[in-house]
């Protein structure tokens, strides 16, 4: 049996599980992919122990996405661009290898939520310049944006974000985050505002175009404050729950030797494990 998990403190709230026993049971692959739930200072003999505990890799979630880059043996040009891994694979030779598919998945739901969008249709508003933050920049500098504006409530972090990946990424002070979207053609959210539990976001919309698209990773609520101002304006907006579902193919293939479809069924079996908890 091909075995699979997620890695994370705590971890039981990860969806995870959810999508993959999806695809093991669609697929009819005997397989399984469970809950590891692995405290900081563990985390470097859990990954090693992966491979003599029959595991062909796992998933990494909050707090390990960082920390982890150090444990492992290979990883592939995202992550070391990112600096962070959220997907490992035991290879063939006892090595662990590290992908961030964070990137992947973001603008893959992008692309099959709005079918001929491009991110080089003009500049982008990124707030937020944490791991989701980095991973979005990362996807729109590779497909073309010609201008990144990053907002971030604290300028080093923006700073240092730009410096490790480069490009026409533009510094933008949060108390000016509103007259940033002049001119946009896409807004991303990549903080925690606005998520179950959190503050909200505070942003005018006012100098955003109306053709301009707006999503957010955020997808506990699937429907975000800042999505439902953005479709009272006529904006097309797009939520979180597909960059989770997307950033999970690459994993599974390598795991289970098997390319999975992000499908309708998928979303809901998805959407309705967010509705039980």
């Known amino acids: 049996m091909k075995r699979a998990g997620v890695m994370g403190w705590p971890v039981r709230q990860s969806r995870s599980p959810v999508l993959h026993r999806f695809w093991l049971e669609q697929y009819g692959i005997e397989g399984e992919y469970v809950l590891l739930p692995v405290p900081p200072e563990a985390l470097e003999r859990e990954l090693r122990a992966l491979p003599g505990r029959g595991f062909a890799g796992c998933n990494l979630t909050l707090p390990h996405k960082e920390r982890a880059l150090a444990f492992l043996d290979r990883l592939d040009a995202t992550a070391r661009r990112v600096g962070a891994v ?18 992947f998945g973001f603008h893959a739901n992008l692309a099959a939520a709005l079918p001929g969008w491009k991110a080089a249709s003009g500049p982008a508003v990124v707030l937020g310049a944490g791991g989701g933050g980095r991973a979005v920049v990362a996807a729109l500098l590779d497909h073309g944006a010609p201008e990144i504006r990053l907002v971030n409530r604290h300028p080093a972090r923006a700073e240092a974000l730009a410096a490790a990946l480069g490009g026409r990424i533009e510094i933008v002070l949060w108390q000016h985050r509103a007259d940033a979207l002049a001119g946009a053609a896409l807004l991303v959210n990549t903080t925690s505002l606005g998520m ?53 193919q690459p994993g599974f293939a390598a795991w289970f030797g098997l390319r999975p479809e992000v499908s309708p069924a998928l979303r809901a079996r998805v959407i309705a494990s967010l509705a039980a908890r």
């Open 86 to 103: 959220n997907t490992v694979v035991a290879a063939a030779d006892g090595a662990l290898e590290g992908s961030n598919t964070d990137a």
């Open 196 to 248: 179950a539990g959190e503050p909200p976001l505070d942003l005018a919309l006012d100098a955003l175009p109306a053709n301009a698209v707006v999503t957010d990773i955020v997808y506990v609520p699937l429907r975000t404050a800042l999505l439902a101002k953005a479709e009272a304006r006529g904006n097309p907006t797009v939520d979180g729950l597909g960059m989770l579902l997307y950033q999970a």
